[in-house]
């Protein structure tokens, strides 16, 4: 049987393969002539490789996150094609039948996929398979070709488990404890973002490496940019029209930056990607940027709704929460406005704050 004709049999087309291939390449942001180079490098991954994919200290949020796309099934198309050897939420087996599929997996030369917190003790909090997941978390990193922690948990320690008293830590901290040098890539947001996941084993599949990284070992291409600078609300921002009562319908569409509103802090591409198959993200559905893409993301940004005191403004510096309407609608009289603020984030409409760490 041929590569596609295993396609052909989960029910899906070619036309469809193709489309999601485009739509993946255009997210990475690579020419179209690149498209079938990737889907020939997305064939040739139903030989496989293999896939581990641990979960630690988490909510199975991530997990929740990936296997809902739709148009078609990323679940089918893309991480059964990469055989899932291991996975406790999805798998059939359980017990032992699972902790041997485990076994039998580290055998082969597989992708790490890590999802949730690990703690820093091995013997405290989270235990799978009757021993500590930070024990397993090691066992596997130093065998893996390449590691993939999702979700905020796993790329930083952050979320739920990091803002409470479980000693929790990211991959890069246990991968650094141990001198472990195995290829990391961080993919957070809470949950994971399924383009992202899929874009990056795109990616790592057709070049056998880590894409271009910043200093938080997150890929460019995905969290090269703030959420503020493509915020569909941004008009209001430089009008200075912040949103203080929610329950008046004029300010429905304001900036809601006075109601804890994380975006001039936050790299990621949530704002032109939307979640749900495209159908919204978090801003556009009235809630403010919680920065959870970001290392400082659950502790240090709570509570997620209380204003940010101060903040840095391109060409005007650094602003007081309270008087930022003033600022900027002072800016604008001044013959400063839109054109000062868009002409001075030209510096930073790429992660240059965060550093850029080139393919490892």
């Known amino acids: 049987m041929g590569n596609f004709d295993l396609l052909k049999v989960k029910g899906v087309s070619r036309r469809d393969f193709m489309k999601l291939i485009g739509a993946t390449t255009a997210a990475l ?66 017990g032992n039948i699972a902790e041997e599929a485990y076994q039998e997996a580290l055998k082969d030369k597989f992708i790490l996929v890590v999802e949730g917190a690990t703690p820093a003790q091995e013997d405290r909090y989270c235990m799978v398979g009757g021993k500590p997941f930070r024990k397993t978390l090691i066992e596997a990193a130093k065998k893996a070709q390449a590691i993939i922690a999702i979700g905020s948990c796993a790329s930083e320690g952050g979320g739920i488990p990091g803002a409470c008293a479980t000693g929790a830590v990211g991959v890069s901290e246990i991968l650094k404890a141990e001198g472990i040098s ?109 920065g959870c893409s970001e290392k400082s993301f659950y502790k240090q940004f709570t509570p997620l709704y209380t204003k940010q005191e101060t903040f840095k403004l391109p060409g005007i510096g650094q602003v007081n929460a309270d008087t930022v309407g003033t ?29 850029h760490k080139e393919d490892l």
């Open 29 to 94: 942001g690579l020419p179209e002539l690149f498209v079938p180079q990737a889907a020939s490098a997305m064939e040739q991954a139903i030989k496989k490789p293999p896939v581990i994919w641990l979960e630690g200290m988490d909510c199975t949020g991530c997990t929740e996150s990936t296997i809902a796309t739709l148009n078609p099934s990323a679940a089918e198309l893309i991480l059964d094609m990469i055989s899932i050897r291991y996975h406790e939420t999805i798998m059939a087996g359980s």
């Open 182 to 290: 195995t290829p990391l890539i961080n993919l957070p947001c809470c949950p994971v973002k399924p383009t992202t996941l899929i874009g990056t084993i795109v990616y790592y599949l057709t070049y056998q490496k880590v894409p271009p990284l910043d200093s938080q070992n997150r890929p460019l291409a995905f969290y090269g940019t703030l959420l503020h600078d493509n915020c569909p609300r941004r008009g209001h921002f430089e009008n200075g029209e912040f949103l203080t009562d929610w329950n008046d319908p004029a300010q429905k569409d304001y900036c809601l930056l006075l109601k804890g509103c994380k975006g001039p802090k936050t790299f990621t591409d949530c704002a032109q990607v939307w979640w749900n198959d495209n159908a919204n993200f978090c801003i556009n559905a009235g809630s403010p940027c919680s």
């Open 327 to 355: 600022v900027i609608g002072g800016a604008a009289a001044i013959g400063l406005g839109v054109h000062l603020i868009a002409t001075a984030a030209s510096g930073r409409l790429t992660n240059q704050g965060h550093g």
